[in-house]
């Protein structure tokens, strides 16, 4: 079992320009979650989805897009980037809502 | 507003000594708490949870102990090993709200010295 896995693992942008982080589970679990993690501010939830062909905002959503098409995928948008969505991003997923989250290693986006 | 605060950004402790790592909640709404572990270039993986009807979970050297009345949290690391070494969130979600998600603290990091 891979787990939650992220693609890519870096990456530099522009102000403006768009990019999609990939999130990919082999866990079958129904819940997916994207966080953002800042110096001090912890993990805050960008936005999840409780399965297929749905989504919510979560805390933090303004600026991003999420699609998940497919149960074991969830991808999240950034239409045009801007330097504060700088941050390492973090893809996760559980069984259940409050059951424990599995997190993906990360990736660290700079927009310039 | 923080719901889940960490005051201790960092914490040192010599090796084989107790590690108190701590975290308070705001929310009387929370039910279910998580501490998560993470190290560099990582995501964080989970230790250990409890929930709102105890006061005390333990796995092994990880102990979490929950104060309601304090709102207070702490997770208890008995002996700590070099290899505790990381940052550790807390985290609360209030499990009878539909859809209601974790929220975390901000991270304390434990540094434990040989």
């Known amino acids: 079992n891979a787990g939650v896995t992220q693609t890519p693992k870096f990456r530099v942008l522009k102000t403006g320009q768009s990019m999609t982080l990939l999130c990919a589970q082999d866990m079958n679990h129904e819940y997916m979650y994207w966080y953002r993690q800042d110096p001090g501010m912890g993990l805050r939830l960008i936005h999840y989805?409780?399965?297929?062909?749905?989504?919510a905002k979560g805390e933090v959503p303004d600026g991003y897009n999420v699609s998940r098409l497919k149960k074991q995928n969830f991808l999240l948008g950034l239409e045009s980037a801007a330097p504060s969505q700088t941050s390492v991003y973090f893809c996760?997923?559980?069984?259940?809502?409050?059951?424990?989250?599995?997190f993906g290693p990360g990736t660290r986006l700079t927009v310039t | 507003d923080q719901q889940v605060k960490q005051n201790s950004p960092s914490l040192s402790v010599q090796e084989g000594r107790i590690s108190i790592l701590n975290c308070d909640y705001t929310n009387s709404m929370f039910d279910y708490f998580l501490w998560y572990k993470k190290y560099p270039a990582e995501g964080p993986t989970f230790l250990i949870s409890?929930?709102?009807?105890?006061d005390k979970n333990e796995d092994g050297r990880f102990t979490v102990f929950l104060n309601k009345s304090a709102k207070h949290l702490s997770l208890h690391i008995v002996p700590s090993q070099p290899g505790d070494s990381a940052v550790y969130f807390c985290a609360a979600s209030a499990r009878h709200n539909a859809g209601n998600m974790l929220t975390f603290g901000g991270g304390t990091r434990l540094m434990v010295k040989p």
């Open positions: 996760a997923s559980s069984y259940l809502v409050y059951y424990e989250q599995y």
């Open positions: 989805s409780v399965g297929e062909g749905t989504t």
């Open positions: 409890i929930s709102s009807i105890k």
